[in-house]
Every structure is written in structure tokens, then in C-alpha cells.
Nanobody, 120 residues
């Protein structure tokens, strides 16, 4: 059983940066693909980025390419999402999920989410 805890969200101005953390316990994350997802009010959850466990491949939604970077620190058993050049449309609750591949579905392990608000 994997427990995931997200942190690092907050209020930031457009153009600013945040780094989200997804800390795991109960298992080592290098056995899992870990993805970041977000859900804006009134919208469906969307995939933002994923780090594959098999070959370390990184995937990004087109809307965040060049601005967001996913990474993993095995010593801390934590996956990060560095978010630069933030836009108001990046606002939402950000969740991390872990599964055996980047095809992360509802039955994956999920954290409780962290709120990101981009506003002036």
C-alpha cells in the first residue's frame, strides 16, 4: 500500500513559480510511475505530467510543456513538479497518483491534493 502526500501549493502571481512535492510512504516510488494531475473548479481532472518507472521517460501535457518539470528524488522517496511561468489557467487542485505505468486511473494510489492558485 502506497500513501501519497502532496505539498507545496499556494497563491502565486502570474509568471511566478512553485514546486510541488509528492512524498510517498509504504513503498519505494522507483517501482511506480508517478503522475501529476489537476482539477479546476467545474472541470474534469486532467493529466499534467508523468514520470515512468520503466525507463525514466517524462511526459507533459501540451499546455505545460517548457514550463513544468517533473523529477524524482529516490533518497527522499518524493516526486516533484517544478512549475515556472505560471498562468491563471494553471489554477486548480493538483494531485499525484502512482501506478505501474503512466496509464494512471481511478484505482491508482492518490494523494489528497494541494491547491494552486495563480492570480494577481
Amino acid at each position: 500500500q502506497v500513501q501519497l502526500v502532496e505539498s507545496g501549493g499556494g497563491l502565486v502571481q502570474p509568471g511566478g513559480s512553485l514546486r510541488l512535492s509528492c512524498a510517498a510512504s509504504g513503498a519505494t516510488l522507483d517501482y511506480y510511475a508517478v503522475g501529476w494531475f489537476r482539477q479546476a473548479p467545474g472541470k474534469e481532472r486532467e493529466a499534467v505530467s508523468c514520470l515512468s518507472s520503466s525507463d525514466g521517460s517524462k511526459y507533459y501535457a501540451d499546455s505545460v510543456k517548457g514550463r513544468f518539470t517533473i523529477s524524482r528524488d529516490d533518497a527522499k522517496n518524493t516526486v516533484y513538479l517544478r512549475m515556472n511561468s505560471l498562468k491563471p489557467e494553471d489554477t486548480g487542485v493538483y494531485y499525484c497518483g502512482a501506478a505501474y505505468s503512466c496509464d494512471i486511473r481511478n484505482d491508482a494510489y492518490w494523494g489528497q491534493g494541494t491547491q494552486v492558485t495563480v492570480s494577481s
